[in-house]
C-alpha cells in the first residue's frame, strides 16, 4: 500500500485566498483525521472521520476552516479565506480500529504558507 | 487542551546511552501511544499499551504505563544517532473510537 497520500506538500497562497488540501487515506480504514502542527501549539487535532461522517469538529479553529470526505478514498480540508495565521504543517492520517488497533499512519503533510 | 504532557522537552544524550521520556495524562483513556517524528516528516506509529498493560517491549523500545498515576514512559536502550528524533505520546480517550490527543513532544538528540 501506498501509505497516506496528501497534496500539494507544499503550497504558498496570499492572505485572502481559498486553500484545498487533499488527502487519500489507506484503503480499509475507516477513520480519517486532521492535524495541524506549528511550533507555538503542537499538533492539534482540527476534525475526524468515521466511515466517511464527521465525528468531532470541536478542533477546527474558526468558520473559515471546513472539511469534507465524499467517499472512503478522499478527504479534503478547505480554508477560506487564508490568513497567515494559518501557515501551518497540516498532517491527515487514517487508522482501522476494526480489531480494537488504534494506530494512525500518517501522510508526509502540507506545508502552507500564507503571506 | 492537551491531554498528554511530556517531559523533558529536550533530552540530548551519547550514542549508547538509554533515554527515557515521560508522559502525563488526565482523563480515562482506552490506550496511549507513543510516535516518532523525523524533522519535515509525518509521525510514525512506534508502539501501543493498553490501559490493562503495565509494560510492553518492541526493540529496542519498553514502554510502561501507570494508569494510577496516570503516567507512561517510553525507554529507548542503547540509542542511536538515527534515533534522534522528536517523539510524541498520544492518549486514546475511553469510548471515543480512534481518537488519540498528542503530548507537545520530546525532541531527542543522539550525538555520535
Known amino acids: 500500500d501506498a501509505g497516506v497520500i496528501q497534496s500539494p506538500r507544499h503550497e504558498v497562497t496570499e492572505m485572502g485566498q481559498e486553500v484545498t488540501l487533499r488527502c487519500k487515506p489507506i484503503?480499509?480504514?475507516?477513520?480519517l483525521f486532521w492535524y495541524r502542527q506549528t511550533m507555538m501549539r503542537g499538533l492539534e487535532l482540527l476534525i475526524y472521520f468515521n466511515n466517511n461522517v464527521p465525528i468531532d469538529d470541536s478542533g477546527m479553529p474558526e468558520d473559515r476552516f471546513s472539511a469534507k470526505m465524499p467517499n472512503a478514498s478522499f478527504s479534503t480540508l478547505k480554508i477560506q479565506p487564508s490568513e497567515p495565521r494559518d501557515s501551518a504543517v497540516y498532517f491527515c492520517?487514517?487508522?482501522?480500529?476494526?480489531?480494537?488497533?488504534?494506530?494512525?499512519?500518517f501522510g508526509p503533510g502540507t506545508r502552507l504558507t500564507v503571506t | 487542551s492537551q491531554q498528554g504532557e511530556e517531559d523533558p522537552q529536550a533530552l540530548s544524550i551519547q550514542e549508547g546511552e538509554n533515554a527515557t521520556m515521560n508522559c502525563s495524562y488526565k482523563?480515562?483513556?482506552?490506550?496511549l501511544q507513543w510516535y516518532r517524528q523525523n524533522s519535515g516528516r509525518g509521525l510514525v506509529h512506534l508502539i501501543l499499551i493498553r490501559s490493562n498493560e503495565r509494560e510492553k517491549h518492541s526493540g529496542r523500545l519498553r514502554v510502561t504505563l501507570d494508569t494510577s498515576k496516570k503516567s507512561s514512559s517510553l525507554l529507548i536502550t542503547a540509542s542511536r544517532a538515527a534515533d534522534t528524533a522528536s517523539y510524541f505520546c498520544?492518549?486514546?480517550?475511553?469510548?471515543?473510537?480512534?481518537?488519540?490527543?498528542f503530548g507537545q513532544g520530546t525532541e531527542l538528540s543522539v550525538k555520535p
Open positions: 498520544a492518549t486514546g480517550p475511553y469510548n471515543q473510537g480512534g481518537k488519540l490527543i
Open positions: 484503503s480499509g480504514h475507516d477513520y
Open positions: 492520517a487514517s487508522s482501522f480500529t476494526g480489531v480494537a488497533s488504534y494506530e494512525q499512519y
Open positions: 482523563t480515562s483513556i482506552n490506550n
